[in-house]
T-cell receptor, first 109, second 112 residues
């Protein structure tokens, strides 16, 4: 089976840096992706790590350590619009894309 | 066109009704998904179609019946639903395993 665990809530202030962690147990691991979902909206893709290391996309970076079954999403220069739910997700040998438990990020002024 | 279009956006149905949710993508993606999402919970995988064939059914009750008429369309037929089936139903597509999945805006379903 697959399970991906995240902290349920994180709070940070505008302009700060925040890290959202994801620990996983999956069979046939094929990499870790991250999605953002605003309240009432659809999940949108942020980043994908197939290999260990850091991937940077603008203000967002994502990190993966396969040996530790761990990854994180790093958000820099936080803005109010970054307030949303963030999900890590992983597939396997098939197209079974499973989402983590989700982290609600609240950005405060 | 990087959109996944879902219709209807909202649906209210009685427990004896039959209705269908529709999803369309024109990105040439070969994998299409149905997810169910309850408030403040992650999307929960229901079905996966790969190359127009059902490849994954996550033990979903038979009152939900998926259909993939062609590579661009995905339907979810609903029959004899229960109030606890009220949720946001999301359709998604992707080109390859584990690469970027594109989601539609969802159908907010209420069963009365």
């Amino acid at each position: 089976g697959q399970s991906l665990e995240q902290p349920s809530e994180v709070t940070a202030v505008e302009g700060a840096i925040v890290q959202i962690n994801c620990t996983y147990q999956t069979s046939g691991f094929y990499g870790l992706s991250w999605y953002q979902q605003h309240d009432g909206g659809a999940p949108t893709f942020l980043s994908y790590n197939a290999l260990d290391g850091l991937e940077e996309t603008g203000r967002f970076s994502s990190f993966l350590s396969r040996s530790d079954s761990y990854g994180y999403l790093l958000l820099q220069e936080l803005q109010m619009k970054d307030s949303a739910s963030y999900f890590c997700a992983s597939g396997g040998a098939t197209n079974k894309l499973i989402f983590g438990t989700g982290t609600l990020l609240a950005v405060q002024p | 066109d990087t959109e996944v279009t879902q219709t209807p956006k909202h649906l209210v149905m009685g427990m004896t009704n039959k209705k269908s949710l529709k999803c369309e993508q024109h990105m040439g993606h070969r994998a299409m998904y149905w997810y169910k999402q309850k408030a403040k919970k992650p999307p929960e995988l229901m079905f996966v179609y790969s190359y127009e064939k059902l490849s994954i059914n996550e033990s979903v009750p038979s009152r939900f019946s998926p259909e993939c008429p062609n590579s661009s369309l995905l339907n979810l037929h609903l029959h004899a639903l229960q109030p606890e089936d009220s949720a946001l139903y999301l359709c998604a597509s992707s080109q390859n395993k584990n690469t970027e999945a594109f989601f539609g805006q969802g159908t907010r379903l209420t069963v009365v």
